[in-house]
């Protein structure tokens, strides 16, 4: 069953990695110890191997693994990609992550594809401490994506009110990046004839949807850009 389960994955993942064979061999087992194991403990991964060998020589053989093989940050991608079955243009999702380890904060900003049932992790980066991204992260992880796809993958990208920003918006707008990011309801807007409120009071008296353009921020804005507006009142929530 281990034997067979090996020779299928070898055959799935060799046409996309550039490895010998005793190293993709290495790889699947690894993959396979992890799921077996549920840990990346190399340790504990040695004991998974179905082989004669030492437990201590094929820590080893992990090891080396990891001492000579690089694959690139973002190698997985493209292959998850095309293992997945996703069409030519899919949904992306901009999401952060957040626990703890102790007294250490583990806080991951994570540009995921969007599928049926499941959201999966395409890249990521590490925050390196608590709380929210800055617009710097943002932008270096979504040209870590144009760098390996083209633009054209994407139907839209989907974010939360905390993925806002003006510098961030104008980025996605100049490389021509569809997005859909929910807003805050006291987010100060411009609209086309000139008046700056808050969302909140702008849908004080609206029914249904509303659909406007508008800028972020005050009037003085020079050359800002010019953003499309979808909002509605829910019963029952207030602003």
Known sequence: MI?????TLKKRLS?????????????CLLIMG??????VNLSHLACEFPTDSKVESTYRRLQRFFQHVDLGSDWAAPLLVKMIGSGPTWHLCLDRTNWKIGQRHVNF????????????????SVLGRAG????AQRIALMKR???VFEVSTIKFLLADREFIGAQWLDFLHKNNVPFVIRIKANQLVTTQDGKTQNLSTLLRT???KRNFDARFGGNNLGEATWFSFAAKRIKGVSF
């Open 132 to 135: 929210n991204s800055d617009t």
């Open 109 to 124: 900003l994570v540009l995921a594809i969007v599928t049926r049932r499941h959201r999966i992790p395409l890249m990521w």
């Open 206 to 208: 609206c029914r249904g």
């Open 34 to 39: 992890m799921v077996n194991a549920r840990t």
């Open 3 to 7: 034997t067979k389960a090996l020779t």
């Open 145 to 147: 994506y144009l760098s």
């Open 15 to 27: 046409p996309h990695l550039e490895l010998s064979n005793s190293r993709l061999e290495t790889m």
